[in-house]
């Protein structure tokens, strides 16, 4: 079983920054993918940014291109999110997310998800 801990959420104002983490444990070795989703209030969860373990290839939604980047430290099994010029529509809860399969960045096809961590964008 994989666990994946998420951290670095909290408020901040339109235009700021924040760099979220997460941590993987347990059998990592598994692990082909690890990315993140992010729900708004009263909003279906939707795909932000994935990266493949074995080629570090990147996948990014098209509301966040240009200001969120995603990268990887695999020794530590951890993947961050540098995420800057924040919007108020950014607002919501981020999970970490990892799949053993592939990267289609489907929710229903993660295998692994965290508790996630709130990210609040005031204006």
């Known amino acids: 079983q994989v666990q994946l801990v998420e951290s670095g959420g909290g408020l901040v104002q339109a235009g700021g920054s924040l760099r979220l983490s997460c941590a993987a444990s347990g059998r990592t070795v598994s692990i082909d993918a690890m990315g993140w989703f992010r729900q708004a209030p009263g909003k279906e969860r939707e795909f932000v940014v994935g990266?493949?373990?074995?080629?570090?290839?990147?996948s990014y939604a098209d509301s966040v291109k240009g200001r969120f980047t995603i990268s990887r430290d695999n020794a530590k099994s951890t993947v961050y999110l540098q995420m800057s010029h924040l919007k108020p529509e950014d607002t919501a809860v981020y999970y970490c997310?990892?799949?053993?399969?592939?990267?289609?960045?489907?929710?229903?096809?993660?295998?692994?998800w965290g508790k996630g961590t709130l990210v609040t964008v005031s204006s």
């Open positions: 990266i493949s373990w074995s080629g570090g290839r990147t």
């Open positions: 997310a990892a799949d053993r399969l592939g990267s289609t960045w489907y929710v229903d096809g993660m295998d692994y």
